[in-house]
């Protein structure tokens, strides 16, 4: 390579959202910051631990325990898609956050364990338990994320989306809760 001839790396982005609809869909939050939308699922068991849960026309997520918690194993346990739903929460939040701030991102990976408690048995019998110690009792998110930005760019990205995900914050405030029979 001659000394007149530059070196150029091709970077490839991750595929973008509409950077004009988000600006309206902010500006509408704007204008009614206490508008709220109804996200609705119906969930079937087909027997033993194995659920489908129905979102609009989607295919159906299916839900299953390990056998080693008496399910069949074909799927993963409820506890993974609530990690799964933070995790595409968080995703959704860095993507908006980014193209808000016009950083392209070339990759973003989410890496989410969760300690969960369920020592109680669901319930059947096993250990007395208080609501606060069942459940998740820590979780933690790691993010690969890279971009055309500097690394403390993407960490107020990041930041950014974390403070105002709604599924992270479903998960640290508490929310009313009502169950009832059909």
Not at 12 to 36: T, W
Not at 124 to 139: N, W
Not at 150 to 176: D, H
């Amino acid at each position: 390579m001659s000394q007149n001839e530059e070196q150029t790396t091709i970077k490839a982005y991750l595929r973008p959202i509409d950077r004009d609809g988000l600006i309206a869909f902010a500006q509408r939050g704007r204008e009614n910051p206490e508008r709220r939308g109804t996200n609705v699922v119906h969930t079937l068991c087909e027997g033993q631990y194995r659920t489908l849960s129905y979102v609009g026309d989607h295919d159906p997520v299916v839900v299953d325990e390990p056998l080693h918690l008496f399910g069949q194993d074909t799927a993963p346990a409820p506890g993974e898609i609530v990690l799964s739903g933070l995790g595409g929460c968080i995703a959704v939040g860095i993507t908006a956050v980014a193209t808000f701030k016009n950083v392209r991102l070339s990759r973003l990976e989410l890496h989410i364990e969760g300690d969960v408690g369920n020592t109680a048995a669901w319930g059947a019998g096993g250990a007395p338990r208080e609501p606060s110690q069942m459940g998740f009792q820590a979780i933690r998110v790691k993010v690969d994320v890279e971009g055309d930005a500097t690394r403390g760019e993407l960490e107020e990205i990041v930041r950014q989306a974390n403070y105002f995900s709604p599924v992270a914050n479903s998960m640290r405030n508490p929310i009313p809760l009502e169950f009832s029979l059909s």
